[in-house]
């Protein structure tokens, strides 16, 4: 079966670091570019961060540029986000998805997310 | 990049039609034929419905269909079910390469 599954996710205070993870499985990571996604409670879906096939082309939304880093591990099958400096704004579900299409053009299969709650 | 714009609700009665609109600019829905639909249950993470515009993936019904006129986007949905209550989301590729996604619809089967 085709799945992501995110793990990571918590409480952390402001200005606080966190790392999450999306493993893959039922296919192979690096055939695929991959994205993260989140969702604040009650609020829309927001994208966060791209990462092509091999990890060399990257690109963040302006809320979280400077602050977040999105990597990869294809010989784990395993997607990565470094959250540091983080902000209340940045409570959400965080889901990675993957990216048949490339460029972000649309996401097939998504991880059942992990919520990052940042409060003192 | 501003949201997509999308009606915060809309309603139908079961066997009936909706239609959801997706409002854009030129940056994005009008210049790309790379629009998607979401559909998320509470509690679940999002499902694709549509991409690039009008494709179906794989398993899902075809009383589910999308279209695009100018720079606005529209997912319809035919013989509405109880199941099909859920938040629809948009999606369109941008000129600035991040995707960006609308503000959601929350869809009510009477």
């Known amino acids: 079966e085709v799945q992501l599954v995110e793990s990571g996710g918590g409480l952390v205070q402001p200005g606080g670091s966190l790392r999450l993870s999306c493993a893959a499985s039922?296919?192979?990571?690096?055939?695929?570019?991959m994205n993260w996604v989140r969702q604040a409670p009650g609020k829309g879906l927001e994208w966060v961060s791209f990462?092509?096939?091999?990890?060399?082309?990257?690109y963040y939304a302006d809320s979280v540029k400077g602050r977040f880093t999105i990597s990869r591990d294809n010989a784990k099958n395993s997607l990565y986000l470094q959250m540091n400096s983080l902000r209340a704004e940045d409570t959400a579900v965080y889901y990675c998805?993957?990216?048949?299409?490339?460029?972000?053009?649309?996401?097939?299969?998504w991880g059942q997310g992990t919520m990052v709650t940042v409060s003192s | 990049q501003s949201a997509l714009t999308q009606p915060a609700s809309v309603s139908g009665s079961p066997g009936q039609s909706i239609t959801i609109s997706c409002t854009g600019t030129s940056s994005d829905v009008g210049n790309y034929n790379y629009v998607s639909w979401y559909q998320q249950h509470p509690g679940k993470a999002p499902k694709l419905m549509i991409y690039d515009v009008s494709n179906r993936p794989s398993g899902v019904s075809n009383r589910f269909s999308g279209s695009k006129s100018g720079n606005t986007a529209s997912l319809t949905i035919s013989g509405l079910q109880a199941e099909d209550e859920a938040d629809y989301y948009c999606s369109s590729y941008t000129s600035s390469r991040n995707p960006v996604f609308g503000g959601g619809t929350k869809l009510t089967v009477l």
């Open positions: 998805a993957r990216d048949p299409w490339g460029a972000s053009k649309a996401f097939d299969i």
């Open positions: 990462s092509s096939s091999s990890g060399s082309t990257i």
């Open positions: 039922g296919f192979t990571l690096s055939d695929y570019e």
